[in-house]
């Protein structure tokens, strides 16, 4: 089993900048592939920010410019640093990871989300 912990989220007026951290524990071999999405109220779940092995940074049209993915993989860690936030920005953000086990099955993994709230 894998655990991703997210932390960061919180209340950040128009224009700040808020620091997302997500860690992964458990049963891994090697994380492939690890990123951030997130849901607004009323609203699908849609991509934020991926980080994979194997093909790179990617990032929604809406965030990109603003926001920064980046990876620990000696940590298993992933971080989203964003800025110039908007309130359309506000939403609940998960961590996922494609997760290869110690089982050589890959898996992937939710967080429990961190709520991001963009209001003056």
């Known amino acids: 089993q894998v655990q991703l912990v997210e932390s960061g989220g919180g209340l950040v007026q128009p224009g700040g900048s808020l620091r997302l951290s997500c860690a992964a524990s458990g049963s891994i071999f090697r994380i492939n592939d690890m990123g951030w999405y997130r849901q607004a109220p009323g609203k699908q779940r849609e991509l934020v920010a991926t980080?994979?092995?194997?093909?790179?940074?990617h990032y929604a049209d809406s965030v990109k410019g603003r926001f920064t993915i980046s990876r620990d993989n000696a940590k298993n860690t992933v971080s989203l640093q964003m800025n110039s936030l908007k309130p359309e920005d506000t939403a609940v953000y998960y961590c996922?990871?494609?997760?290869?086990?110690?089982?050589?099955?890959?898996?992937?993994?939710w967080g429990k989300g961190t709520l991001v709230t963009v209001s003056s």
């Open positions: 980080s994979s092995s194997r093909s790179g940074t």
């Open positions: 996922n990871a494609d997760v290869r086990t110690w089982n050589q099955v890959d898996v992937n993994y």
